[in-house]
């Protein structure tokens, strides 16, 4: 007689992986060797008249399914969200704005949104897709397209996207639902799991429930459980003994329920960094609208920066170029780059500033030009800009 067999069940929802695995309960004795017992009247277990669950042996059936942790990437993931990396303040220069960079993680800037650093390490980036806090004690808050996070800092957080919410309360307790799934781990072992019809309960000591529409599964941990699908009745008392729809039987006592896992503790936001410092012309401090050519009143501004770099001892800098999205990509792209040129030819002569040019067009704006397909004239503003980054020195 072959050993009851093991499904593996698996269960998928947005940002979640459950693992249901229905481990077979132990085999039942070959009809062949023969066993004698008083308590059983001659009925023949592998009995063609005896009811059975379909795929096990007569008197075997599932156990209560395990369910594996939800997947907490979207908390382990997300906390990137939290790592802005901003400058020390520059003197003030007239004309121009100075600000903190926000940097990507290799450093690079990314050249869109505010940083602000407050100097213990915490501070706060607001950007085109939202805005992020971190407090500089290992929590922090951001809200970025839709999603909200928060890190408390010792090892507890939540997630929310409007549909998934993820709750983690650093103690290996967390809920996980979705709308429709529902998973809450206790952290002592016990749990509860709920999808649709499909509910599970697991009390951590062994006993454990499932139910899915007319199947319900119960085992209370002693070897001893019950099993009914609204066609096929079992009752296993634990001692060798059962009943399947009637009919004594002789079957293994089951196994118990296993424990279920714990949460992990979310890492705690580590301090913001500095990556360097971006002095932002705006439009019209340098340029016509649409022109490369530095105004002639924009001369005295340009001096003022060069000193700036000179006595702050700026061996590298970028000068990148911005436009708004009026006009073709190819004609922003051309305008931008010349723009950058134009800032890079201005302040060669008067520092020892290591400095390069670069073009991005219409591709890294700071605001909406265009607001629900309405123009935004503020918004294109602010993207027509020349940006001067000066990375930390290492």
Do not use: K, W
């Amino acid at each position: 007689m072959p050993a009851s067999a093991r499904r593996v069940l698996a269960l998928t929802a947005p940002g979640l992986a459950i693992l249901l695995l229905l481990a077979g309960c132990t085999a039942t004795p070959d009809p062949a060797e023969t066993r004698e017992s008083s308590a059983l009247p001659s009925a023949t277990p592998s009995g063609p008249d005896v009811a059975r669950v379909a795929g096990y042996d007569v008197g075997d059936f599932p156990p209560v399914p395990l369910f594996a942790l939800p997947d907490l990437s979207l908390l382990d993931t997300s906390a990137s969200a939290f790592t802005i990396a901003t400058g020390e303040e520059f003197t003030a220069v007239p004309g121009v704005s100075v600000q903190p960079a926000h940097c990507d993680g290799a450093g690079v800037p990314s050249g869109q949104g505010t940083a602000y650093l407050y100097g213990d390490g915490s501070g706060n980036y607001v950007g085109p897709d939202g805005t992020v806090q971190n407090f500089g004690d290992g929590s922090g808050i951001s809200v970025i397209d839709g999603v909200t996070i928060q890190n408390f800092g010792d090892g507890s957080g939540t997630y929310t996207n409007g549909t998934v919410t993820i709750q983690n309360f650093g103690d290996g307790v967390g809920n996980y639902t979705d709308g429709s799934l529902t998973v809450q781990i206790f952290g002592d072992g016990s749990g509860n799991f709920t999808d649709g019809s499909t509910t599970i309960q697991n009390f951590g000591d062994g006993i454990g429930n499932y139910t899915d529409g007319d199947v319900r599964i119960q085992n209370f941990g002693d070897g001893s459980g019950t099993y009914t699908d609204g066609t096929v009745t079992i009752q296993n008392y634990g001692d060798g003994t059962g009943i399947v729809n009637g009919v004594p039987i002789e079957v293994e006592p089951i196994a118990p329920v296993p424990e279920l896992g714990v949460f992990p503790p979310i890492a705690a936001l580590a301090p913001l960094s500095s990556c360097g410092t971006t002095i932002t012309f705006r439009d019209g401090v340098l340029f016509d609208f649409g022109s490369s050519d530095i105004r002639p009143d924009a001369t005295a501004t340009l001096a003022t920066v060069a000193r700036v770099l000179s006595d702050a001892g700026v061996t590298d800098a970028q000068v990148s170029g911005h436009t708004d999205a009026i006009g073709s990509d190819s004609a922003n792209q051309a305008l931008s780059e010349s723009r950058a040129a134009a800032v890079v030819d201005a302040l060669s002569g008067q520092v020892d500033t290591r400095l390069t040019a670069e073009g991005f067009g219409e591709s890294r704006p700071v605001a909406a030009n265009e607001i629900d397909g309405v123009d935004n004239p503020a918004g294109r503003q602010l993207n027509r800009r020349v940006e001067i980054f000066i990375p930390t020195a290492p």
